[in-house]
């Protein structure tokens, strides 16, 4: 008896066996060259759980001819990221390459990610991090400029019901799974191929025949109303978002439970909510925007569940509070001014003055250094129209 769990035993192992992400491994496209060169790159892998991120690293490892070696950033520290750098010297003695594989880059620190730089610049490991993070907010900017970043798609419900087929066709179960339970099994995996699998294996355990009910038990859990990457990803938020702007805090605290019940990142709420701050409260309530930094490093330090307090407290106190869109309306001025005067030049009296000749020239002429100075020229360039006095 195989006690693998299922998702591990059809774990593709050749890139031709991969379901989906074909804008990464078609035709010309980067990862079938590097296994076509043999000569393996440093990748950021970005993408949702259950896309094939580990599954394609073990994959590039093989074809190159590479040692696999991997690492979870959730339970490995500097001792262990010292311990593959010295294996790796080793191989690189004996003229084999190490691929280092991270999973969940994102949650090493800054110190632990400046570490890789050497020796991803010098070649002794190839690495391949995965993230389900925004790799821009999570991974640092010297890192992410010595590796190529692909994203990795949410597969589809047509490729899950094959990803399902494909298991039992191995498993000769193909007749036990109604057609009907089938779909509501790639319903509920929401793009997660691990998902699928399990809750298949599940339900394969409960009985002879799977039925939509025998799914449903071992799901444990409904159809879902709110697809994360879909429309009513967009609708929900949009909801929030618009009863914060209007001050229902009833509502904001319904919409916000939906996404959290539904399993929304709650960075990107909090992300939202620290916009919301400046762009539609601004100066009617300075504090609302240290309320929302706070509320968005609070979900990073604590997480789900209990995170949920913060977001909650965040949400309530953005919809009760004062309304204003004056900096709003203000950025948008700027930047229209700045479109239609994009090369007028910076007045002289307002240039700095760093030697004898700017200053003969009338570089910061007539200027003071004092709070509320108000030079007679004023401070925008001469061809640029003043606007009225409010």
């Known amino acids: 008896m195989n006690r693998r769990p299922l998702a591990e035993q059809m774990r593709p192992q050749k890139l031709d066996e991969v379901i989906g992400q074909s804008h990464l491994l078609g035709e010309g496209e980067l990862l079938r060259q590097i296994v076509r060169r043999a ?154 191929a691990r998902v699928a699998l399990g809750n298949l294996e599940l339900a394969l355990s409960f009985g002879e025949k799977v039925t939509p009910e025998v799914v449903k038990a071992a799901a444990q859990r409904r159809l879902p109303g709110y697809d994360k990457k879909g429309d009513a990803h967009y609708d929900v938020i949009s909801a929030f978002i618009k009863s914060l702007r209007g001050s229902d805090a009833v509502a904001a605290a319904y919409y916000l439970a939906r996404m959290i019940e539904a399993g929304e990142d709650p960075k990107f709420i909090a992300r939202r909510m620290v916009v919301f701050a400046s762009e539609d409260i601004g100066l009617a309530g300075n504090g609302a925007l240290s309320l929302a930094v706070a509320t968005f490093e609070a979900v990073e330090r604590v997480g789900l569940p209990e995170a949920k307090y913060n977001l909650f407290h965040c949400a309530i106190a953005l919809a009760r509070s004062q309304k204003s869109r004056e900096t709003t309306d203000a950025m948008n001025d700027a930047f229209a001014l700045a479109r239609q005067y994009p090369n007028s030049s910076v007045p002289l009296h307002l240039r700095n003055a760093s030697t004898k000749l700017m200053k003969d020239l009338g570089y910061n002429k007539d200027y003071k250094w004092q709070a509320g100075f108000q030079h007679k020229k004023g401070f925008l360039p001469e061809d640029i129209p003043r606007p009225p006095k409010s």
């Open 39 to 192: 000569e393996p790159v440093s990748l950021i892998l970005w993408g949702p759980p259950g896309t094939g991120k580990t599954t394609l690293a073990r994959i590039i490892a093989r074809e190159v001819n590479a040692e696999f070696i991997e690492l979870s950033a959730v339970t490995s520290g500097k001792k262990d990221v010292e311990r593959v750098i010295e294996h790796a010297r080793q191989n690189w003695n004996l003229g084999l390459r190490t691929i280092l594989f991270v999973d969940e880059i994102h949650r090493f620190n800054k110190a632990q990610q400046d570490a890789f730089l050497p020796h991803v610049e010098s070649g002794l490991i190839t690495l391949i991090g995965a993230t389900t993070e925004n790799p821009s907010f999570e991974v640092i900017t010297p890192l992410l400029s010595r590796t190529r970043v692909l994203v990795l798609r949410q597969l589809t419900k047509d490729e899950i019901i094959l990803v399902l087929k494909r298991a039992l066709k191995t498993l000769k179960q193909t007749k036990r799974v109604l057609p009907k339970a089938l779909d509501y099994l790639a319903e509920l995996a929401d793009g997660d």
